[in-house]
């Protein structure tokens, strides 16, 4: 199994920024593509970015520009560098994990960004 921990939430003003941290642990060979979705009240949960093994990347068009997303394979942690935030960023982010060998998506708990006008 993989585990999947955020981290780097908040409470935030519009124009702010924050940086989203995942850390993944256990069986983490594998795991091809990492990536970021969030979950806005009363809403399904969207991509926001995407992330492969090599690197390649992809943006949800409502955040391109202004976020990033990385990851530091040593490390088995992704991040989200989110700027320019907007109240509209305000949702629940996850972080998701598409693990080849298991062929199936694991996800973490969550952490709430909060982005006030």
């Known amino acids: 199994q993989v585990q999947l921990v955020e981290s780097g939430g908040g409470l935030v003003q519009a124009g702010g920024s924050l940086r989203l941290s995942c850390a993944a642990s256990?069986?983490?060979?594998?795991?091809?593509?990492m990536g970021w979705y969030r979950q806005a009240p009363g809403k399904q949960r969207d991509l926001v970015a995407r992330?492969?093994?090599?690197?390649?990347?992809n943006y949800a068009a409502s955040v391109k520009g202004r976020f990033t997303i990385s990851r530091d394979n040593a490390k088995n942690t992704v991040y989200l560098q989110m700027n320019s935030l907007k109240p509209e960023d305000t949702a629940v982010y996850y972080c998701?994990?598409?693990?080849?060998?298991?062929?199936?998506?694991?996800w973490g708990k969550g952490t709430l960004v909060t982005v006030s006008s």
């Open positions: 998701n994990a598409v693990h080849s060998g298991y062929g199936m998506d694991f």
């Open positions: 256990g069986r983490v060979f594998g795991i091809n593509s």
């Open positions: 992330i492969t093994s090599s690197s390649s990347t």
